[in-house]
């Protein structure tokens, strides 16, 4: 949910966001299931995902960003 609502937030295509949100250099489908890994593995990347939503969250605020509905 952190990378859709950043990309809501900075108006840009889900799938270039959540690439930039886990840092993987490659875009995730939203059409294909994805593979389930081990919980510690999972909880991980969310944390790695949740806090890089604050940072583009925060540089929407820095830059003034309207939501467009």
Do not use: H, M
């Amino acid at each position: 949910a952190a990378y859709i609502a950043a990309a809501g937030v900075v108006d840009e295509p889900v799938e270039e966001v959540s690439a930039r949100l886990f840092e993987r250099g490659i875009q995730l489908s939203l059409q294909k299931p994805t593979f389930v890994i081990p919980r510690d593995e999972n909880i991980r990347l969310y944390e790695e995902g949740y806090q890089r939503y604050l940072e583009i969250l925060e540089e929407a605020i820095e830059n003034n960003f309207e939501q467009k509905w």
